[in-house]
T-cell receptor
Framework: GGIITQTPKFLIGQEGQKLTLKCQQN?????MYWYRQDSGKGLRLIYY???????QKGDLSEGYDASREKKSSFSLTVTSAQKNEMAVFLC????????????FGEGSRLIVV | AQKVTQTQTSISVVEKTTVTMDCVYE???????LFWYKQTASGEIVFLIR??????ENATVGHYSLNFQKPKSSIGLIITATQIEDSAVYFC??????????????FGKGTSLTVIP
């Protein structure tokens, strides 16, 4: 078994501030993901990475940067926080083999004041 | 256009009855995978069940089963003998391109299930 740890659980920042969320996994999975969950809108992909130092943009990448410096970690930066992007951010990982499911972290809630 | 669509926003059922949640998807791939996830009130998201597109038999795990209708691009989740703890939001998801390294999962917007005693 393994676990995905997201920090912090709550991230509070001011409008316009650069804010970073971190994610660690000990599954030894190749692929990692960042999703944003807004109420009533399901999960939307921001970035994913299929290996160390790889980055792939999802549908919602504008306004975000990501970094995969190690296989086990994947960070997401909100480049300029806005009040309309308060949401829950979910990190997930998956083996590369076809058909394997995603494993999710517990989520990080972004609050912009 | 949405690749995965769940039209039911919320459903309420009486405990111990059967419920079906609908999901339709859109893909050009000949091979793909379909998943259902459950998100509890705490926010935790767990994997429930998976259907491989090349398999004709409907997947079954415990009291979860799938109704896979490939010609209709439909993958319904059936929960039999529902329990109070089944109350949650259920997401349908699709994974395309398993052999090309394309790793994107597409999610529906979710269906909120309430099981009433």
């Amino acid at each position: 078994g393994g676990i995905i740890t997201q920090t912090p659980k709550f991230l509070i920042g001011q409008e316009g501030q650069k804010l970073t969320l971190k994610c660690q996994q000990n599954f030894n999975h190749d692929t990692m993901y960042w999703y944003r969950q807004d109420s009533g809108k399901g999960l939307r992909l921001i970035y994913y990475s299929i290996t160390e130092n790889d980055l792939q943009k999802g549908d919602l990448s504008e306004g975000y940067d990501a970094s995969r410096e190690k296989k086990s970690s994947f960070s997401l930066t909100v480049t300029s926080a806005q009040k309309n992007e308060m949401a829950v951010f979910l990190c997930a990982s998956s083996p590369t083999n076809s058909g394997n499911t995603l494993y999710f972290g517990e989520g990080s809630r972004l609050i912009v004041v | 256009a949405q690749k995965v669509t769940q039209t039911q926003t919320s459903i309420s059922v009486v405990e111990k009855t059967t419920v079906t949640m609908d999901c339709v998807y859109e893909t050009r791939d000949s091979s793909y995978f379909l998943f259902w996830y459950k998100q509890t009130a705490s926010g935790e998201i767990v994997f429930l069940i998976r259907q491989d597109s090349y398999k004709k038999e409907n997947a079954t795990v415990g009291h979860y089963s799938l109704n896979f209708q490939k010609p209709k691009s439909s993958i319904g989740l059936i929960i039999t003998a529902t329990q109070i703890e089944d109350s949650a939001v259920y997401f349908c998801a699709m994974r395309e391109g398993p052999y090309t390294g394309y790793q994107n999962f597409y999610f529906g917007k979710g269906t909120s299930l309430t099981v009433i005693p």
